[in-house]
């Protein structure tokens, strides 16, 4: 029942929550990691959090620490965005990628992504 791409955006109000979710490869190499990115109108896409596969470590951008938890289900390759205290400059597409861990880049190729939308 696994959907390929992002899924789980929505509307919401200023600080309401979301959970998004996305499939993984699941590869067990140690620079194998699974990131979410988001991009706001007229703006360029920005990293916002990974984790790595294998020990589940995870790392943030100073913009979303602190509201935003990545998470993984190794046993369904699923990877999730759980978004607390959502502002309106949350507002944007949000992606989910491959990403090799040891650089926080996207390898893979770019989904539709879902739509995430906060109204004051």
């Known amino acids: 029942q696994v959907q390929p791409g992002e899924s789980g955006g929505g509307l919401v109000q200023a600080g309401g929550s979301l959970r998004l979710s996305c499939a993984s490869s699941?590869?067990?190499?140690?620079?194998?990691?699974m990131g979410w990115f988001r991009q706001a109108p007229g703006k360029e896409r920005e990293f916002l959090a990974a984790i790595r596969w294998t020990d589940g470590s995870t790392y943030y951008s100073d913009s979303v620490k602190g509201r935003f938890t990545i998470s993984r289900d190794k046993v369904k390759n699923m990877v999730f965005l759980q978004m607390n205290s959502l502002k309106p400059e949350d507002t944007a597409v949000y992606y989910c990628a491959a990403v090799d861990i040891t650089t926080m880049t996207q390898y893979g190729s770019w989904g539709q992504g879902t739509q995430v939308t906060v109204s004051s």
């Open positions: 699941g590869l067990t190499t140690s620079w194998y990691g």
